[in-house]
Nanobody, 121 residues
Framework: QVQLVESGGGLVQAGGSRRLSCAAS????????MGWFRQAPGQEREFVAA??????FKKHADLVKGRFTISRDNARMYLQMNGLKPEDTAVYYC????????????????WGQGTQVTVSS
């Protein structure tokens, strides 16, 4: 069973930075595309960023491009978030899948429990 565990969420002031991490087994990381999604209260879950198996190919949502950066190593995935805005407040989810770097949540098979990021103005 694939288990993804996010960490790094918390309260941060607007303009600040935060780094999220997603831990999984080495086997999971070796064979899966990894992605970050987020869901704000009353809104649908939305794509944030994704990174391919090798870590070379990356895709970021327009809303976060230039502020957020996704990366991965052998056993963790990261989301470096800079220039945070109140509208970035959401639960951030780590996801893993094998259907290529996708912006669609239905292309990901495994999900973490989420970590809350709250940005105060």
């Amino acid at each position: 069973q694939v288990q993804l565990v996010e960490s790094g969420g918390g309260l941060v002031q607007a303009g600040g930075s935060r780094r999220l991490s997603c831990a999984a087994s080495e086997r999971t990381f070796r064979s899966n595309v990894m992605g970050w999604f987020r869901q704000a209260p009353g809104q649908e879950r939305e794509f944030v960023a994704a990174v391919g198996v090798s870590g070379v190919f990356k895709k970021h949502a327009d809303l976060v491009k230039g502020r957020f950066t996704i990366s991965r190593d052998n056993a963790r995935m990261y989301l470096q978030m800079n220039g945070l805005k109140p509208e970035d407040t959401a639960v951030y989810y780590c996801a893993a899948g094998r259907r290529g770097v996708s912006v669609n949540d239905y292309d990901y098979d495994y999900w973490g429990q989420g970590t809350q990021v709250t940005v105060s103005s």
